[in-house]
């Protein structure tokens, strides 16, 4: 097996992740579900509202540091997200009510920054979701492509959203 360079991602091989549906990701323990500007038109979209009217309804605005406030998903008061389990007055049986139409950061869990910083964040993470490190493998450029399309798609700022009016 060739060597890698020592500044090399430790995922450079690849990374095992199966989805086993627990919904610990989606439920029980607060937290945030970081918005960007194209989740909210595909989300508004899904619930037949407005982008104005979505972020008034589902969303709440969180400190961020050096006065900045993101955008995130409301949880509710179980800390279960709003879209879970026929949320928001949407119908269903369990699961996310806007499953094809979640966010970004749904979506690409768990390749997140956070977890991809050192191989002992991926392994910590894993404790916590009995995907990691199971299934399907998801390449280096697979794994890659998460991350790139954060960059592209940056979380909306209240800066950001005061523009939009």
Not at 34 to 42: H, Q, T
Not at 83 to 106: T, V
Request: charged share 20%; net charge neutral; with cysteine.
């Amino acid at each position: 097996m060739p060597k890698t360079p020592e500044n090399s991602p430790f995922y450079t091989g690849g990374l095992n992740f199966s989805c086993k549906c627990c919904s610990g990701c989606c439920r029980y323990e607060p937290g945030y579900v970081f918005l960007s500007g194209n989740d909210v038109l595909r989300m508004a979209k899904a619930v037949n509202i407005g982008y104005k009217e979505f972020i008034l309804a589902f969303c709440r605005w969180v400190p961020v540091g050096n006065g900045t406030e993101q955008l995130s998903l409301r949880e509710k008061s179980n800390f279960d997200c709003i879209f879970w389990g026929g949320g928001a007055g949407l119908k269903s049986e369990g699961g996310c009510s806007i499953y094809s139409e979640r966010p970004l950061q749904c979506r690409a869990f768990p390749f997140w920054p956070s977890m991809l910083n050192s191989k002992e964040s991926w392994k910590s993470a894993a404790k916590e979701c009995p995907g990691i490190g199971q299934g399907d493998l998801h390449s280096f450029e697979s794994v890659n492509t998460w991350l790139e399309m954060r960059k592209n798609e940056p979380i909306i700022t209240r800066k950001d959203a005061e523009s939009i009016e």
